[in-house]
């Protein structure tokens, strides 16, 4: 494929693109197939000699989409969203056309320098605390990881590197193996500090949590991949209180604030926790500006080497809808949740098992286990809407998250009508 084919299939497929979110409702939400689906309709080796294009595209729809579960779709209710939006996949063919490998300032500088001034500005959308921020001096200062969960693991390697080096210098007779023994990391069943728990959307209350760490001197890490997105709106923030007293804070953008996976916004007080426990740099990697002390090298602020240029998603999306489009996405969202939630308080049959804050609402038939597993099965036999579940404490709840941009009142009020329905059914299986 040369330029002027890329130009040209390039613009198809920006349309197929658009054509399939537009289109998107009309499909089944989640796929019609059996485990091992797909290896029978291709063949088993590569080609030795290049297909065309249209051959390509036109088995897209014989052999991946029938595979496909729409996550974009209007009548997607599972899991947690993740985020889509326009300017954000624009943003994304840029990434992928300059292609840096951006572990080191020298490496690709706009890379670097445009994720730490990004940072900064969503730092300054949630109103963090001035200590997380860059700025020109700061100590602090964002970093975008893969997912949630390697920010978690990031903070634990840190905490763990910043505990064993005080100790050692406190007492200089212990080896490192003989600290790494003794160390203890707490967490709930819900895992680490938590704001927005993926099972029901909990807050732990970091106004008791933090002062309790500052005063045993440990590292406090805060998860809020989901909810993080809404504390852009002042009517949230408060749920925030309490991140002064946090180590490192982090959210995911690519669920609920349109931009596409991945980008898992993660921030810290102390870049040198970070650096002091991924500090490598074997001389092909050196540069000369490197001990200025003005720039940052992400590579020791992560895991991998290699990273992407992720925050030119983060800036179109931010500069194409303004702090204003965001606030109404999330409001929209939650606003939708509500409305669930009081369709659901309407028919007494049915129970709310937790509080609703955001978008999410976990609901159940008043009755066992077994009913509500019988009523889920029955909502994504009929493939209509699909949701997952989750336990809280003992019971079987159904879990209805608000996920799709393009996601209306009228596809919540559908997707109730359809599982009051379906409850109905098996109230009455019951029975029989
Ligand atoms: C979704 C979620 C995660 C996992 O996020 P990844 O980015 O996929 O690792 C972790 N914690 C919470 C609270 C979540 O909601």
């Not at 040209?8 to 497929?13: D, I, L, P, T």
């Not at 947690?80 to 056309?97: Q, W």
């Not at 009913?371 to 809407?385: H, S």
């Given at each position: 494929?040369?330029?002027?084919?890329?130009?040209?299939?390039g613009?198809?497929?920006?349309?197929?693109?658009?054509?399939?979110?537009?289109?998107i409702?009309?499909?089944?939400?989640y796929?019609?197939v059996?485990?091992?689906?797909l290896?029978?309709?291709?063949?088993?080796?590569?080609?030795?000699?290049p297909?065309?294009?249209?051959?390509v595209?036109?088995?897209?729809?014989?052999?991946?989409?029938?595979?496909?579960?729409h996550?974009?779709s209007?009548y997607?209710?599972?899991?947690f969203p993740?985020?889509?939006?326009?300017?954000?996949?624009?943003?994304?063919?840029?990434?992928?056309?300059?292609?840096?490998?951006g572990?080191s300032?020298?490496?690709?500088?706009a890379c670097?320098?445009?994720?730490?001034?990004?940072?900064?500005?969503?730092?300054?959308?949630?109103?963090l605390?001035?200590?997380?921020?860059?700025?020109?001096?700061?100590?602090?200062?964002g970093?975008?990881?893969?997912?949630?969960s390697?920010a978690?693991?990031?903070?634990?390697?840190?905490?763990?590197?910043?505990?064993t080096?005080?100790?050692?210098?406190?007492?200089?007779?212990?080896?490192?193996?003989?600290?790494?023994?003794?160390?203890?990391?707490?967490?709930?069943?819900?895992?680490?500090?938590?704001?927005?728990?993926?099972?029901?959307?909990?807050?732990?209350n970091?106004?008791?949590v933090?002062?309790i760490?500052?005063?045993?001197?440990?590292?406090?890490?805060?998860?809020?991949?989901?909810?993080?997105s809404?504390?852009?709106?002042p009517?949230?923030?408060?749920?925030?209180?309490?991140?002064?007293?946090?180590?490192?804070?982090?959210?995911?953008?690519?669920?609920?604030?349109?931009?596409?996976?991945?980008?898992?916004?993660?921030?810290?007080?102390?870049?040198?926790?970070?650096?002091?426990?991924?500090?490598?740099d074997?001389v092909?990697?050196k540069?000369?500006h490197?001990?200025?002390?003005?720039?940052?090298?992400y590579r020791?602020?992560?895991?991998?080497?290699?990273?992407?240029?992720?925050?030119?998603?983060?800036?179109?999306?931010?500069?194409?809808?303004?702090?204003?489009?965001?606030?109404?996405?999330?409001?929209?969202?939650?606003q939708?949740?509500?409305?669930f939630?009081?369709?659901?308080?309407?028919?007494?049959?049915?129970?709310?098992?937790?509080e609703?804050?955001?978008?999410l609402?976990?609901?159940?038939?008043?009755?066992?286990?077994?009913?509500?597993e019988?009523?889920?099965?029955r909502?994504?036999?009929a493939?209509?809407?699909?949701?997952v579940?989750?336990?809280?404490?003992?019971k079987?709840?159904?879990?209805?998250?608000?996920c799709?941009?393009?996601?209306?009142?009228?596809?919540?009020?559908?997707?109730?009508e359809?599982?009051?329905?379906?409850?109905?059914?098996?109230?009455?299986?019951?029975?029989e």
């Amino acid at each position: 494929m040369d330029a002027s084919e890329y130009r040209r299939r390039g613009k198809e497929m920006v349309d197929y693109v658009a054509d399939y979110l537009e289109g998107i409702e009309g499909r089944p939400v989640y796929p019609n197939v059996e485990p091992g689906y797909l290896r029978p309709l291709i063949p088993t080796e590569a080609p030795q000699e290049p297909e065309a294009f249209e051959d390509v595209i036109n088995d897209l729809e014989k052999i991946i989409m029938p595979g496909v579960t729409h996550w974009h779709s209007p009548y997607f209710f599972a899991y947690f969203p993740t985020a889509s939006s326009y300017p954000s996949l624009i943003a994304d063919m840029l990434c992928g056309a300059i292609g840096c490998i951006g572990f080191s300032w020298a490496a690709s500088p706009a890379c670097t320098e445009l994720e730490t001034v990004m940072m900064d500005w969503l730092g300054k959308m949630l109103q963090l605390p001035e200590e997380f921020l860059a700025g020109t001096a700061g100590e602090g200062g964002g970093v975008i990881q893969g997912s949630a969960s390697e920010a978690t693991l990031v903070a634990l390697l840190a905490a763990r590197t910043k505990v064993t080096r005080r100790l050692q210098a406190a007492s200089p007779e212990l080896t490192q193996a003989a600290i790494m023994e003794k160390l203890v990391a707490y967490f709930s069943d819900q895992v680490v500090a938590t704001l927005g728990t993926t099972s029901c959307c909990s807050f732990d209350n970091l106004l008791e949590v933090g002062p309790i760490c500052k005063k045993e001197d440990m590292w406090l890490h805060i998860d809020s991949a989901y909810a993080g997105s809404a504390f852009i709106c002042p009517e949230f923030r408060h749920l925030l209180n309490g991140v002064e007293f946090a180590d490192s804070f982090n959210f995911n953008p690519h669920k609920w604030l349109l931009v596409n996976f991945d980008c898992s916004a993660m921030w810290v007080k102390k870049r040198t926790d970070l650096t002091g426990a991924f500090k490598l740099d074997p001389v092909y990697l050196k540069h000369s500006h490197q001990d200025s002390g003005l720039i940052t090298d992400y590579r020791h602020w992560q895991i991998p080497l290699g990273r992407r240029f992720r925050s030119l998603k983060l800036w179109f999306v931010f500069r194409m809808l303004g702090v204003k489009g965001l606030q109404a996405h999330i409001r929209k969202h939650v606003q939708l949740a509500h409305m669930f939630e009081s369709l659901v308080r309407q028919d007494s049959r049915f129970e709310i098992c937790a509080e609703v804050t955001m978008g999410l609402v976990c609901f159940r038939l008043k009755g066992s286990n077994q009913l509500n597993e019988a009523l889920l099965q029955r909502i994504n036999n009929a493939r209509k809407i699909h949701l997952v579940p989750c336990h809280l404490r003992d019971k079987f709840v159904l879990r209805f998250a608000i996920c799709s941009r393009m996601v209306e009142s009228a596809h919540v009020q559908f997707a109730w009508e359809h599982i009051r329905e379906l409850g109905e059914d098996v109230l009455r299986a019951e029975k029989e």
